[in-house]
């Protein structure tokens, strides 16, 4: 992977932990910028979806008209990286009956999967491409994935076999929060492959 120098990386700043994800992003160098208007896509080489909830997110998004103009800009090559409620957002399909996804990576999501009586917990993962100790993950009302479409890379997988982080080329989702830990390398993994140009979805 080639270095981030340079490359634009922008946050939907709808509903979520938008914030957390800019503050990350500062902490390693890169000044994202908060998107709310399909315009702010313009330029960009990556967006995080947020962490937050996936009814209100898909609605707002539906609402600025981001279902049409994100998959245009993803065909154009912006990288793309969900976590948690962003990782639902982006999902070919779910085991529930709402919200309507985009359909931006072919997998199946079951969310809240982690049930009531364990909203949040935090584990520890290795992470696929990312060296060193492994990753903490922290998961909030956390989804996981049920199913894979044929090129998608499980990136984290959970005892049980469920994946938690997944990559297809430039689209990533990850069912936890890096952005609410001191560790940023997934931060890092996601700007290098914002900023790795030829690495595109549809190759
Ligand atoms: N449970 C939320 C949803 O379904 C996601 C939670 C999160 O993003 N931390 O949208």
Redesign the pocket.
Known sequence: MVATGGSRIGVLALQ?DFAEHLAALRSIGIEGEEVRKVSQLEGLDGLIIP?????AITKLMDAYSFRAALPRAVADGLAVWGT??GM?VMARSLTDPYPKPLGLLDIKVS??WFGRQVDSFESDFKFKGIRGKPIRAVF????VVEEIGDGVEELAVLPDGHAVAVRSGRLMATAF?PELTDDRRVHRYFADLAAAKDGKTRD
């Open positions: 979520g962490g937050g909830e996936s009814t948690c409620a639902i969310r809240n909030i009302r956390a989804p929060h």
